[in-house]
């Protein structure tokens, strides 16, 4: 199971932190993505953390923007989100890389308004 957290209203410009923790697996055997799904639009994939050496990569739409990282004692992944604009606005989701249907949680709203 995936769990995540962290998200609410921010001011444009502004920044959160989304955690994502699971329970029954150990994240870190796993590359684990993050995935945004807005009003009216397909979800899509925004970041990506590999098993392997930890490599991350990131959408055109997030570069520079958003850090993905892991902190494998607690078999968490974070998403730091800086910068934050109305279009991030959307519920966040973590799944593996692909993403396993029966791991879809109830993501975390984040919206950006003033």
């Known amino acids: 199971q995936l769990v995540e957290s962290g998200g609410g209203l921010v001011q444009p410009g502004g920044s959160l932190r989304l955690s994502c923790r699971a329970s029954?697996?150990?994240?870190?055997?796993?590359?684990i993505g993050w995935y945004r799904q807005a009003p009216g639009k397909e979800r899509e994939g925004v970041s990506c953390i590999s098993s392997r050496d930890d490599s991350t990569y990131y959408s055109d739409s997030v570069k520079d923007r958003f850090t993905t990282s892991r902190d494998n004692a607690k078999n968490t992944v974070y998403l730091q989100m800086n910068s934050l604009k109305p279009e991030d606005t959307a519920v966040y989701y973590c799944?593996?890389?692909?993403?396993?249907?029966?791991?879809w949680g109830q993501g975390t709203q984040v919206t950006v308004s003033s």
């Open positions: 029954g697996f150990s994240l870190d055997a796993f590359a």
């Open positions: 799944n593996k890389v692909p993403p396993i249907t029966a791991y």
